[in-house]
């Protein structure tokens, strides 16, 4: 089920050119439903309880989006047959996980952006409308509480 790919390979673009990747670890990622891979854009996209995990994160959603030419990731939920949220996603690091209805993150720079985000802080309940996270782990929240 899970596949892997190591960013660290080349990867030619749309005008013929090529680039080197600058993650050092493997990124491994799977899907349940289906996995559709995009060269030119250099994207991946994962449908289905799909997971992507590099170093200590992991990013679990019904879909989500690699894009390896970014080295960036964005997961979404979606609605099932009843119109509720399903497959929503869930970004765990270092043992801490935040849920919401989408989340954009870039390895490299360890930095994302999170939409109606909800998460646990020493038995406090946060939500938050959107979210910022930077590189050294300081979240900057707007229309939460």
């Given amino acids: 089920m899970a596949r892997a790919v190591f960013i660290t390979f080349m990867l030619g673009n749309a005008a013929g050119g090529a680039f080197a990747q600058q993650l050092q670890d493997q990124v491994k990622y ?7 891979y995009d060269l030119a854009h250099q994207t991946v996209l994962l449908f289905g309880a799909a997971t992507v995990k590099y170093q200590d994160v ?18 979404f939920g979606t609605t099932d047959s009843a119109g509720a949220s399903v497959g929503l996603p869930e970004f765990t690091e270092g043992g801490h996980k935040v849920s919401a209805d989408s989340i954009r993150y870039n390895f490299r ?16 309940y946060a939500l938050a ?6 590189a050294n782990g300081e979240v900057d929240s707007r229309g939460g509480m």
Avoid: F, N, P, Y
């Fill in 30 to 36: 799977g899907a349940r439903d289906s996995m559709r």
């Fill in 58 to 75: 992991e990013l679990t959603a019904d879909r989500i989006k690699l894009d390896l030419g970014r080295e960036e990731v964005q997961a």
């Fill in 109 to 124: 720079t360890k930095e994302g952006l999170i939409k109606e985000v909800r998460t646990t802080e020493e038995q406090m």
């Fill in 129 to 134: 409308r959107l979210s910022k996270r930077h």
